[in-house]
Structures are given as structure tokens and as C-alpha cells.
């Protein structure tokens, strides 16, 4: 077999970009994520960030941010473990505890960091993980990693799940892994039946909230509000780059579970700590979710009704999602990009998922509409989206 060069290796594929001439990935923005959205110079409809609730630019944010770095300064120049751990740290680790309703939290630099972490920290390369087929990348990578049996289950589906369940050796730790929301398509995950599978097999729940936090349940507290789960007794881990309108990681669950973690977690112990100023625009976040989440979500629907409902009236391909998100089938990559080119040269940003991100001919457009968008740019995104149904 001939050897394949260093330099061969690393070479990227662009004939998908260089046939539909267009690249989505790394556009350079010039602005906030304000409403219209500034890219080379030019105004733009934010159909593509993760900014539910449309916090991520709220000048109460910004405020608090800036209190926090005249107090503490831009970093803390440590690990939580050693002088990254600041009593403003620790504060919103039992905010957040609070706000979940569960017993302890850790805050990592990112959830893609937390999810990897996660795993290596607690798992055996003799236990078992039976992961949903559509679980995201960090959940896997982290599994991987520790060199465990891996058993997929089918998407959503709680027969296969028990399937699976049923064929675990007993001696064996095993752990079911999945997300609330799948970001993709704007699944949800039958949670309560997933838990109380692995009540009932003995198996330890593992749920990535990072699309759900922020965004299901009636106060906005996620999956296991969503889900009426009390008492949960799993590992529970969410992105605050989203609904939360900041950045960061987290993984909560009961006191001994999180406690091993504080000392065992080497993408925690190992990792420069979160910013100060994130920190207090998490608790900022939080306390404004607390008291005005009905009134943003109502809004944040709306919008995604108005959205779904013109491209169900136009002839659009859609993905059967019951969340804030709206997804477009694209087809083979190809197809997908240049639906995304179509509706960036009218203005609008979008989120093209082509494969390996999902299957070969599965493309995806995904359209996310902030409540902080003006009724006047859905309006015009709506139209737009009517305009290119013939494409």
C-alpha cells in the first residue's frame, strides 16, 4: 500500500464549496448579536445563533460583566482547583444547582469540554454505554475515549433502548447517554421513559441539556422540568452558550457524584477557570430568566411559528421538530450549501449542517429566530423564505 504523506492527510476536501461557491463556516461578524446582525459591512437577519431568549446581547448582561472585571479582573489566571475557584465562582455554582433543582454543579470552560470530561473521569473500559445514534459529538468523543463497549440505540426509541438494556452482563456498570433536544432537527428526547428504563435496569443516566436549558419547561429549567423528573439521580450537563445567552460548560447531578468529579475530572482540575465576567453574566441570565421567561419564550415561539408556518406554506421540506427550531432538508451537501447560499445573498444567516455532521444526503439548514429579533425581520425573513420555495 503506498504511503500516504503527512500533508496528504491533512488536506480538506472543498469541492462541495468550490461547486456551489460558497462557504457558511467562519463568517467574520462585525457586530453584537444585534437585530440586523453586521457581516462584511452588510446587514443580516440572525436565523443561525443559539441566542433563544435573545439574552446574549442584553445591556444587563454587558453591565454585569463589566462590574465583574473592574472587581476581579479579565481571568483569575488559575484553575478552579488552585486561584481559579473565586467566591463569585462559587456562588453560581449553587445558583445554578438551584435553578436545576439539583445537588451540586461544576462550571467547565465549555459543555463540548464538560461532555469529554465527563466520561474519562468515571467510566471503565470493562462498563458499558449504550449512546442514542443522534447523540452529539462531545458525548461520543468523551465515550470513546475511555475505550468502553459502546451499544447505539435507535433515536428516540425506548424499545431498542431496553433491547439493549436487557442484553447488559448485570456485573457491568452500564450508562445511557442522550441528549434533551437534538439540535439538528429539533427532536426531544422521551426522557421520562429514559429514566425510568434505567431505574429499572440499574444503569446511569447521562443527558446533555445545552438546546433545553433556558428553552423547555414551564420556567424555562429544562429537560427535567419538561419531563416532571424530581430527584434526579444522573449526571446532567448543558451548554451556557445558548438559551443562557454566555458561554461556558456545566455538569450537575448528586453531591458524591460531582464531589468525585471536583478532584477526578482532568478537563476540569487541568483548565484555566471560566472568565469572572461570564460568571456574572450566567447569574445575571439566570435571575432574568427567573422573572421574565414566560413573557421571552412566548415571543421566541411565535417566531418560530411564524417561520415553520411560511416554509410549511411554501413548499419547504421540514424535519419534524417541537422546539424553537426549524429545520430545512437539504439533501446531499451540495443542495444544502447552496439553499444557504441562496438565503445568505438575501440577507439571512443561517446554520448549514452537511456531512460527516449528518448523513451523506441528509443535509439540514437550521433556522433559529432570538426573541430578540424585531417582528419587522421575521417578517422579512418569512417573505424571503417564500420567495426562494421554488428553488
Given at each position: 500500500m503506498e504511503r500516504v504523506s503527512f500533508t496528504e492527510r491533512m488536506a480538506v476536501d472543498y469541492s462541495v464549496v468550490e461547486k456551489t461557491g460558497f462557504n457558511p463556516y467562519y463568517p467574520e461578524i462585525q457586530s453584537a448579536l444585534d437585530d440586523p446582525l453586521v457581516i462584511e459591512g452588510k446587514p443580516f437577519i440572525d436565523l443561525a445563533s443559539n441566542n433563544y431568549l435573545g439574552l446574549a446581547n442584553d445591556p444587563r448582561l454587558c453591565m454585569a460583566a463589566r462590574a465583574a472585571i473592574d472587581k476581579y479582573g479579565i481571568s483569575m489566571c488559575?484553575?478552579?482547583?488552585a486561584s481559579g475557584y473565586s467566591d463569585l465562582f462559587r456562588k453560581v455554582e449553587i445558583l445554578l444547582s438551584e435553578f436545576l433543582g439539583l445537588e451540586k454543579t461544576l462550571i467547565y470552560p465549555s459543555c463540548y469540554q464538560a461532555n469529554n470530561g465527563l466520561f474519562t473521569a468515571i467510566m471503565k473500559n470493562d462498563d458499558v454505554a449504550l449512546v442514542d445514534r443522534c447523540a452529539h459529538s462531545s458525548l461520543m468523543e468523551g465515550i470513546k475515549a475511555t475505550g468502553?463497549?459502546?451499544?447505539?440505540?435507535?433515536h428516540n426509541n425506548i424499545d431498542h433502548l431496553e433491547m439493549q438494556l436487557k442484553k447488559v452482563d448485570p456485573s457491568s456498570t452500564s450508562f445511557v447517554v442522550t441528549e434533551s433536544v437534538f439540535s439538528t432537527e429539533g427532536s426531544i428526547a422521551p426522557f421520562r421513559d429514559i429514566y425510568e428504563m434505567c431505574l429499572k435496569y440499574s444503569a446511569i443516566p447521562v443527558i446533555d441539556d445545552s438546546h433545553g436549558i433556558g428553552v423547555l419547561?414551564?420556567?424555562?429549567?429544562?429537560?427535567?422540568e419538561h419531563a416532571s423528573i424530581n430527584e434526579y439521580r444522573g449526571y446532567y450537563t448543558a451548554s451556557m452558550?445558548?438559551?443562557l445567552g454566555n458561554m461556558g460548560g456545566i455538569i450537575s447531578g448528586p453531591e458524591e457524584y460531582i464531589g468525585y468529579l471536583k478532584y477526578f475530572s482532568s478537563h476540569l482540575v487541568y483548565s484555566t477557570a471560566i472568565l469572572p465576567s461570564i460568571l456574572a453574566g450566567i447569574e445575571k441570565v439566570i435571575k432574568i430568566i427567573n422573572l421574565e421567561f414566560r413573557a421571552l419564550s412566548r415571543k421566541m415561539w411565535k417566531y418560530r411559528d411564524m417561520i415553520t408556518r411560511a416554509c410549511l406554506e411554501s413548499g419547504w421540506s421540514l424535519t419534524e421538530s417541537i422546539t424553537p427550531i426549524t429545520s430545512l432538508r437539504g439533501g446531499d451537501s451540495g443542495n444544502t450549501l447552496q439553499i444557504a447560499k441562496m438565503l445568505y445573498e438575501k440577507g439571512i444567516l443561517t446554520t448549514p449542517f452537511i456531512y460527516p455532521s449528518v448523513g451523506r444526503n441528509d443535509g439540514r439548514i437550521r433556522l433559529i429566530a432570538g426573541a430578540n429579533l424585531k417582528e419587522e425581520s421575521i417578517a422579512a425573513a418569512t417573505s424571503i423564505l417564500r420567495q426562494l420555495n421554488q428553488w
Open positions: 488559575g484553575t478552579p482547583i468502553c463497549k459502546i451499544r447505539p440505540f435507535l419547561g414551564e420556567s424555562g429549567r429544562g429537560i427535567l452558550g445558548k438559551a
